[in-house]
């Protein structure tokens, strides 16, 4: 790694780590913590709905210092190996930065970030229960989806100014998508950020190379890549957020040998994508209007 | 090895008639290994009694093993006399917080704060050393090797087993039994199964076999059903434990500080009629305040 890497990797991180959570789940949070006996599996459903407070607990767990066994990739897993009171803690200690403002100097629409964030999640959890064949875990499609933009988030606060000037140019250009104008303007794209960051914090390695391939057809395939690309293309066809890079006509199918060459069909087998849709819209809302 | 129990109480020393037989001091257990080395398996109140009995031949190395930083583990720590006394070496092990993000320095630290205890870390005129575990590792003490597992309490609690020359003794600190968070028919309720049957079998694995097993054992299965999440045990969790990992023996610890003596032997006895222990199950005994073994 050059020093110059080092160096962005290192500011990267204090980004993160001062970077607070979102509206939603920070007020669900304090409200669900005044009560000594709030619900462990409550408290799961909305640290696993917010990417800041996902991101921090699982770096935290998989820190050097307490170098565990295993690699821990899912939130209900962290509650296993550290109880749900440091879980409770560390949620606590992350809501007390503050929330992440709907505005930003970029121009960056959080709210919608979220949804797409969200939503990709849980299809991706989805199509590793209908298409993986027991290659990916599930809990590990949903993180590689709710953290696959990541880099979007650093760069909104990290890099407003040229960031701003990205979104502006995916807005003027149709058929620009946002990491190749991040690339031309920032010098780096949102995958390699948020692959940077998952590295540096001992995620898995399938993990770290599904954030850093998503925007990479010719990456090598895996199940979990293959899953988190097919939400991602089903979630920007839904219109579920991600501005900068929507779905067009013709887009190159995504793993025909795993997903088959009909993608309406990869939808219908889905289900009801309107709930999940609502559900999600509506916690990366609801923190916005209270 | 010798094990010697110098504080079985949990959460608040208990001192008084109603706890003289068992005791009332907050847990602290001393090993000492074939060769003599000297390990200390949590810093309760009972601490204390044991820091006075090692004065009589000094200078010591000590080598204290702490499972957590809760108070009835650690308060013991400012008053381990030999700190103060030039010649010994003592030694503190314990797990990084993963809140504050602190070391185990820090358990000793928080108490030495100026409005709260008198003296001050740098009047301490032995050689002190603070070693942050990772989770799994081992550490050679002399004859002896002490492995941590992580098990499951509100903080980060590691259990020790301490293995010398073929023989072996598992000590929990605090450790409730691993519960699905989830009600059956809830989407991740297989999953989670799933996860608490993996992490179950890890702390079987590092306890299998061994000669003495010293588990939390704070309540009675009826008591259990309001203290589900506290990160205590129980008398038939343990016992329940203490045969899948074919332990010989197990001691029942951290007793509850409002349980008299009486109370604590009517609990464990009514625990243990419903057991039905055979001859190849483990000898199951209640721990006791000045209690020794060798195993």
């Known amino acids: 790694m050059t020093q110059n890497a080092i160096e962005i990797e290192r500011e990267l991180g204090i980004v993160v780590e001062r970077m607070p959570a979102f509206p939603k789940s920070v007020q669900r949070i304090l409200e669900l913590t005044r009560r000594v006996d709030c619900s462990p599996k409550d408290l799961v459903g909305i640290i696993e709905k917010d990417p800041v407070i996902t991101l921090k607990v699982l770096r935290v767990i998989n820190s050097a210092q307490l170098s565990l066994p295993t690699k821990i990739t899912s939130i209900n897993q962290s509650v296993v190996y550290l109880g749900v009171n440091t879980i409770k803690n560390l949620a606590l200690s992350i809501a007390a930065i503050g929330i992440l403002p709907a505005s930003n100097a970029a121009g960056f629409d959080i709210d919608r970030y979220l949804l797409h964030s969200l939503t990709t999640a849980t299809l991706a959890r989805q199509l590793c229960a209908l298409y993986a064949n027991g290659e990916a875990d599930p809990g ?3 993180i590689a989806g709710l953290l696959h933009d990541f880099g979007k988030i650093v760069f909104a606060r990290f890099k407003p100014e040229q960031f701003g000037q990205v979104l502006a140019r995916c807005a003027a250009e149709t058929g620009l998508s946002s990491h190749h104008a991040e690339q031309a303007l920032i010098g780096a794209d949102h995958t390699l950020v948020g692959a940077m960051l998952a590295a540096k914090w001992q995620f898995p390695a399938p993990l770290v190379e599904c954030i850093r391939n998503h925007h990479s057809p010719a990456a090598p395939a895996s199940a979990m890549s293959d899953c988190l690309r097919m939400a991602d293309l089903i979630s920007r066809l839904s219109n579920q957020g991600d501005s900068e890079h929507p779905y067009r006509e013709g887009e190159a199918p995504i793993n025909p040998q795993r997903f088959g060459p009909d993608l309406d069909r990869v939808i219908a087998s889905l289900g009801d994508l309107d709930k999940l849709i609502a559900e999600a819209r509506g916690f990366a809302q609801a923190g916005r209007a209270s | 090895m010798k094990i010697r129990f110098w504080g079985v109480r949990g959460s608040i020393p208990s001192p ?16 000492r290994t ?9 810093a309760g109140t009972g601490l204390f009694a044991l820091a006075q009995a090692l004065l009589k031949k000094l200078p010591i190395e ?3 093993f702490i499972t957590h930083t809760h108070w009835d583990h650690i308060q013991g720590l400012p008053f381990f006399s030999p700190l103060y006394i030039p010649g010994n070496a003592v030694r503190i092990f314990g797990a990084q ?5 602190a070391g185990i320095e820090r358990a000793m630290e928080v108490q030495l704060q100026y409005s709260y205890f008198p003296v001050r870390e740098v009047e301490m005129r032995a050689k002190i050393e603070y070693e942050n575990l990772q989770v799994g590792a081992s550490v050679r003490i002399g004859d002896a090797m002490v492995t941590n597992s992580i098990l499951n309490h509100p903080v980060v609690n590691l259990g020790y087993r301490i ?17 699905n968070i989830y009600e059956p028919g809830d989407e991740d309720f297989n999953e989670y199964q799933m996860l608490i049957e993996e992490k179950q079998r890890m702390v079987d694995d590092a306890v299998r076999g061994v000669d003495l097993l010293i588990a ?3 309540y009675t299965d009826a008591e259990y059903q309001d203290k589900r999440g506290w990160g205590h045990g129980t008398f038939s969790a343990s016992i329940a434990f203490a045969r899948r990992c074919g332990a010989r023996h197990l001691i029942c610890t951290h007793h509850e500080p409002t349980r008299a003596d009486d109370d604590l032997e009517h609990a464990f006895d009514e625990a243990l009629s419903h057991c039905s222990l055979g001859p190849n199950d ?7 305040e000045g209690m020794e073994i060798e195993i």
């Open chain 2, 282 to 288: 483990p000898v199951v005994s209640l721990a006791r």
């Open chain 2, 163 to 179: 293995d010398c020359n073929g023989k072996s003794v598992f000590f929990t600190g605090d450790h409730e039994p691993y519960f």
């Open chain 2, 16 to 31: 008084g008639a109603q706890t003289v037989r068992y005791g009332g001091n907050t847990t602290c257990i001393e090993v």
């Open chain 2, 34 to 42: 074939d060769a003599g080395g000297l390990i200390v398996l949590d």
């Open chain 1, 140 to 142: 590990d499609c949903y």
């Open chain 2, 62 to 64: 000590a080598n204290i």
């Open chain 2, 216 to 218: 939390d054992c704070s």
């Open chain 2, 97 to 101: 917080d993963v809140v504050t993000g």
